[in-house]
């Protein structure tokens, strides 16, 4: 049976018809860490895309217990400071299954701040350590709406042992001015490994 919607067959058998449209991921650049300070993506966000994906592959940093952050900024700026309203949880389990939690952590929230936004805390630094995942980045190019993002990643902390930590981050950059950079770092000493994708949703 198929599933039709004011008119156009959305389904039929079980299939997505070929007229309906559906989104395309394409990556536009790819940044490899090597002992870096930060890695920074300065072109390719535009209007051609309303939703940007940034993907991050075993994000390796140099100092231990390092928190993983990022920051925008507008037409040719490089200052990274714009401001930002954000919340986040995270979820704990050690290994030894000693401890495990649910909580939020106020600590990384900013209300209108400047500062980089932390979207991992506590990436271990032990040669199998590192941080995965995404953020993703709402329409940039906007000059009517604050630019909303999400971003939920995945670390090994060492903390006495090792522990799996999952952490949720949502927020809004306040401005209305189009973005046309990011930039990532972590708090403290470089990234010593590690790969960011930049892909463009449509």
């Known amino acids: 049976m198929g599933l039709i919607s004011n008119g156009t067959t959305l389904l039929d058998a079980g299939a997505l018809d070929s007229g309906v449209p ?14 870096s300070a930060t890695i920074d993506f300065t072109s390719g966000i535009d ?12 994000i390796h940093p140099a100092t231990d217990n390092a928190n993983f952050s990022f920051q925008v900024d507008v037409g040719t700026d490089t200052s990274y400071a714009q401001t930002i309203t954000s919340a ?5 389990h050690k290994e ?24 991992q805390r506590n990436v ?3 040669n199998d350590n590192g941080a995965c995942g995404t953020l993703t ?13 999400i971003s939920t990643t995945q670390a090994q ?22 973005l046309t950079r990011v930039r990532f770092k972590f708090d403290s000493g470089n990234m010593d490994a590690g790969i960011i994708k930049m892909y463009g949703v449509k």
Do not use: W
């Open 22 to 35: 559906t989104g395309v991921m394409t990556l536009l650049a790819t940044a490899t860490a090597s002992s």
């Open 47 to 58: 209007s051609t895309y309303k939703e940007y994906v940034f993907k991050f592959i075993n």
């Open 88 to 92: 986040s949880f995270q979820a704990n």
């Open 96 to 119: 030894d299954d000693s401890e495990t939690g649910l909580v939020v952590d106020s600590n990384s929230d900013q209300h209108q701040g400047t500062s980089f936004q932390v979207i």
């Open 124 to 126: 271990g630094n032990f």
């Open 137 to 149: 980045l709402f329409n940039p190019s906007s000059t009517v709406f604050t630019k909303h993002f």
């Open 157 to 178: 902390q060492n903390d006495g042992g090792g522990m799996s930590q999952k952490y949720f981050m949502a927020g809004y950059v306040n401005t209305t001015t189009a």
